[in-house]
Nanobody, 126 residues
């Protein structure tokens, strides 16, 4: 059974940093991409960043470029999202997701991200 567990959210002031973690289990890590998504109150879910575990190719939404960095530790089956220079508009519940055959490159996410974690709240105060 695919399981994803997010952690690392919290309350931070604008300009601060957080590092989110997504611990994965129940599948062959190298065969899947891990994507980070977020949903802010009253808004649609938004893709933030993604990494293909097999080759490390990444994708960043425009809102994340230059501020967020995604990385992976294949030995720990964990993907990280380092978020710097946080803004109040980054406030949201952040989810990681995956699915068999998924991958991501500079142009976006591909495949069916159909397994989701429970989410972790990020709140950025002004």
């Amino acid at each position: 059974e695919v399981q994803l567990v997010e952690s690392g959210g919290g309350l931070v002031q604008a300009g601060g940093s957080l590092r989110l973690s997504c611990a994965a289990s129940g599948f062959t890590f190298d065969d899947y991409a891990i994507g980070w998504f977020r949903r802010a109150p009253g808004k649609e879910r938004e893709g933030v960043s993604c990494i293909t575990s097999s080759d490390g190719s990444t994708y960043y939404a425009d809102s994340a470029k230059g501020r967020f960095t995604i990385s992976r530790d294949n030995a720990k089956n964990t993907v990280y999202l380092q978020m710097n220079s946080l803004k109040p508009e980054d406030t949201a519940v952040y989810y990681c997701a995956t699915g068999f055959g998924t991958y991501c490159i500079g142009s976006g996410y591909y495949g069916n991200f159909n397994s989701w974690g429970q989410g972790t709240q990020v709140t950025v105060s002004s």
